[in-house]
Antibody
Framework: EVQLVESGGGLVQPGGSLRLSCAASGFTFSSYDMHWVRQATGKGLEWVSAIGTAGDPYYPGSVKGRFTISRENAKNSLYLQMNSLRAGDTAVYYC???????????WGQGTLVTVSS | AIRITQSPSSLSASTGDRVTITCRASQGISSYLAWYQQKPGKAPKLLIYAASTLQSGVPSRFSGSGSGTDFTLTISCLQSEDFATYYCQQYYSYPLTFGGGTKVEIK
């Protein structure tokens, strides 16, 4: 059974940093692209970053230069280092698996990040 | 970035109704479109990928169609467990982008 468990969320001040982790199990982690997707309360889904099997990262303009995605295949773990956090980054952050066909087929339950003074 | 316009943003329907949700991409994305269902407090669930391929375990009352710029999700006979918010997403190119969502509510 595919499982994705996020951790590391919490309250952080504007301008601060936070590192999210995602522990994956139930599949060959190194063989799949991985994603972070976020959702502010009452709002829609926003893709935050992706990392390919070769470690190639992708970001939208809204987080590029502030967020860094990485993976540690030996530990079946995905990470998101978030710097220079803003109030607009407040959201539930989901770890998700990239499907072979290219969509996103499994999602974790999410971890809440709150950026506030 | 490719913009995805999803409509309607909400709809009211009754159990047994046929429901249609549409997404339009700002440029052609071939069939690189997925549909997700999300219930309150839960993670999204993949329903359809490649515009029309049903994810394993998803009931056959869900169907998808379209290619290029215009896409449709149809629920042929709405069940009580289908009341949720639905999102489309393009994965033709980065950055991946989602539609704004359609909330399906009980009439």
């Amino acid at each position: 059974e595919v499982q994705l468990v996020e951790s590391g969320g919490g309250l952080v001040q504007p301008g601060g940093s936070l590192r999210l982790s995602c522990a994956a199990s139930g599949f060959t982690f190194s063989s799949y692209d991985m994603h972070w997707v976020r959702q502010a309360t009452g709002k829609g889904l926003e893709w935050v970053s992706a990392i390919g099997t070769a470690g190639d990262p992708y970001y939208p303009g809204s987080v590029k230069g502030r967020f860094t995605i990485s993976r540690e295949n030996a530990k079946n773990s995905l990470y998101l280092q978030m710097n220079s956090l803003r109030a607009g980054d407040t959201a539930v952050y989901y770890c998700a698996r990239g499907a072979v066909a290219g969509s996103i087929d499994y999602w974790g339950q999410g971890t809440l990040v709150t950026v506030s003074s | 970035a490719i913009r995805i316009t999803q409509s309607p943003s909400s709809l009211s329907a009754s159990t047994g109704d046929r429901v249609t949700i549409t997404c339009r991409a700002s440029q052609g994305i071939s069939s690189y479109l997925a549909w997700y269902q999300q219930k309150p407090g839960k993670a999204p669930k993949l329903l359809i990928y490649a515009a029309s391929t049903l994810q394993s375990g998803v009931p056959s009352r869900f169907s998808g169609s379209g290619s290029g710029t215009d896409f449709t999700l149809t629920i042929s006979c709405l069940q009580s467990e289908d009341f949720a918010t639905y999102y489309c997403q393009q994965y033709y190119s980065y950055p991946l982008t989602f539609g704004g969502g359609t909330k399906v509510e009980i009439k």
